[in-house]
C-alpha cells in the first residue's frame, strides 16, 4: 500500500488548532507551549493520570492539593488507532489518510493524540512514538506524536 507522505509542521500552521482551556487543564497547556508533556500525578501513591482528576487508588479521595501536575517521559506506544480516509473537516483532506491513535504513555494514562511520520499503512499496536511538538503562530502549541527515533 502506497501512502502519501506525512505532513510536516510547516504544512499544519493554517488548521483550526485552538482548545478550549481550562482551569483544570491550564498547567498542561502551559506544559505544552514549553514543549513538556505534563501529566497529572498523585502525590500520595504515585499514580499518573491524564486529564486532571482526582485519584481512584485510595479508600478516601484526596484532595486537589494532592494532585499535582509533573512532567513526563513524552514516550509511549500506540495502544489503539484508526486510520482517517473521510473528511470531517476540509481543513484536514489534503492530509488524508492520517492516524488518529490513543497513546499508551510510559508512566500508565492513555493519551488520544494525531500520529506523525508513520505511514498509516506501517501503523501497528505497539509502535513505540514520542511526543512532538508543534509551535502555531498565534495559536497554541500543540502536542503531536511521531515514530519514537
Ligand atoms: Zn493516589
Given at each position: 500500500m502506497t501512502a502519501s507522505p506525512a505532513p510536516t509542521f510547516?504544512?499544519?500552521?493554517?488548521?483550526?488548532f485552538l482548545q478550549t482551556v481550562t482551569t483544570d487543564m491550564a498547567p498542561f497547556w502551559e506544559g505544552v507551549s514549553s514543549h513538556e508533556l505534563r501529566l497529572c500525578r498523585c502525590s500520595r501513591c504515585r499514580a499518573w493520570y491524564f486529564p486532571f482528576t482526582l485519584c481512584t487508588r485510595h479508600a478516601d479521595i484526596p484532595d486537589l492539593g494532592e494532585m499535582r501536575w509533573q512532567v513526563a517521559s513524552g514516550r509511549g506506544a500506540i495502544f489503539t488507532y484508526v486510520v482517517v480516509h473521510r473528511v470531517v473537516d476540509p481543513a484536514f483532506e489534503a492530509e488524508l489518510p492520517y492516524i488518529l491513535a490513543i497513546v499508551e504513555l510510559d508512566e500508565g494514562p492513555l493519551f488520544p493524540a494525531r500520529v506523525i511520520n508513520v505511514e498509516p499503512g506501517d501503523?501497528?499496536?505497539?509502535?513505540e512514538v514520542q511526543a512532538s511538538y508543534l509551535d502555531v503562530p498565534a495559536a497554541q502549541t500543540l502536542i503531536l506524536f511521531s515514530a519514537a527515533g
Open positions: 510547516g504544512e499544519w500552521i493554517h488548521r483550526p501503523a501497528l499496536v505497539g509502535t
